[in-house]
């Protein structure tokens, strides 16, 4: 069976993270953070990836799609799950063609969840999770900000018009935005109304 796959989009500090952690807790899926991913193999002391990694997430930019697959696609594979949350992926065009061409074959993408939610909000929320993220300071959200308004929005659009886009209003508190994600789980289609 094709393991399957939910994409989960949204500014920095949307909430994906909070939300992504109950969808595990209740609905049996892995959470993959493309983010958190690069950040460990940046992190891994032998890692042929950690300084162009380092250099990217630094720069507010994308690192290269081939490197974020194959992290992906590995952290599925070691995982032995068939159900997967990928969050902050695919990010620009770039990721998506990647993505299409390496990954698009081997799993079924379920739909795209997204965190819809204004940059101040989003700035508002970083800035206070600030501590013991490098990224989470003004000039790199700045730099973040503007590559998801410039290359994540067409992906949300690309996918809206292939009608797999849920969108969620992520502004309220986080039980409310909750209540939203757990109806979208629980249709038929989605979880085949199991837990």
Known sequence: MQPSVVFVL???GAGKGTQCQRIVQNYGYVHLS???LLREERNNP???????IENYIREGKIVPVEITCSLLEAAMDASGKEKFLIDGFPRNQNNLDGWQKAMAGKVRLQ??????CPLEVCTE?????????????????RKRFNTYLNE?????????DLSLVRRIDATRGVEKVY?????????P???GGDK
């Open 10 to 12: 949204g500014g920095p």
């Open 34 to 36: 493309a983010g958190d």
């Open 46 to 52: 032998g890692s042929k990836y950690g300084e162009l």
């Open 111 to 116: 739909f795209v969840l997204f965190f819809d």
């Open 125 to 141: 929320r970083c800035l206070s999770r600030g501590a013991g993220r490098s990224d989470d300071n003004m000039e790199s959200l």
């Open 152 to 160: 994540t929005k067409p992906i949300i659009e690309h996918y809206e």
């Open 179 to 187: 209540e939203d994600v757990r109806r979208i789980f629980e249709e």
């Open 189 to 191: 289609n989605v979880a």
